[in-house]
């Protein structure tokens, strides 16, 4: 059941990741664009605000994706030198202590958003852009990259509570292509 799930949040995931690059790569777009357009006096106006708001968005939504896919950044020069059975271990508490952060995360970007909801706000830029149409997708992001966050580590508590190690360590460990270097 928990492989089950942590597949599902995959293939989710891989669809929010090709909806996020083809967000960016439009992002892209529109900023070369714009850039061309500068050469003939003439520009769009705001392509670096609306290209800020497409990378947050992107980050937060993409953390969710590079979890799963093992993308996320871990010094583990420890970890390399234990058994199977403690690198699992090490990753279920790994994986509790990023929960804890992004949980935490998420919790205080409620506050942001909603008094933008609340004032109205607005950026203090030439497009004036309502900060809430981009500050709530944001909180989305992070609230999902919790959800998910929460989730795996509960799937993989529950593989090492069945002894199950090496399922942990292939859905919550380090990318395979690091063990050649240690």
């Not at 939504?61 to 059975?85: C, F, N, P, S, V």
């Not at 909603?114 to 944001?138: C, F, H, K, M, Y």
Request: glycine share 8%; with cysteine.
């Amino acid at each position: 059941m928990e492989l089950v799930l942590i597949d599902r949040l995959r293939r989710i995931n891989r669809a929010v990741a090709l909806l996020v690059g083809l967000g960016l790569l439009g992002m892209a777009g529109f900023v070369v664009f714009d850039i061309i357009l500068r050469q003939f006096h003439a520009s769009f106006g705001g392509s670096e605000e609306l290209a800020g708001y497409a990378m947050a968005l992107a980050t937060s939504w993409g953390m969710a994706y590079a979890l799963l896919e093992l993308g996320h950044i871990r010094i583990d020069l420890i970890r390399a030198k234990l058994g199977q059975g403690m690198r699992a271990v090490s990753d279920v508490f790994a994986m509790v202590v990023l929960s804890g952060v992004v949980v935490t995360v998420a919790i205080k970007c409620w506050p942001v958003v909603e008094r933008a909801i609340d004032n109205g706000s607005r950026a203090n830029t030439p497009l004036a852009t309502p900060l809430a149409w981009v500050q709530v997708p944001w909180f989305a992001g992070w609230v999902w990259f919790a959800f998910v966050s929460c989730a795996l580590t509960l799937c993989i508590l529950s593989l090492l509570v069945r002894g199950q190690a090496a399922s942990v360590e292939a859905r919550a460990g380090v990318f395979a292509e690091q063990d050649e270097f240690l």
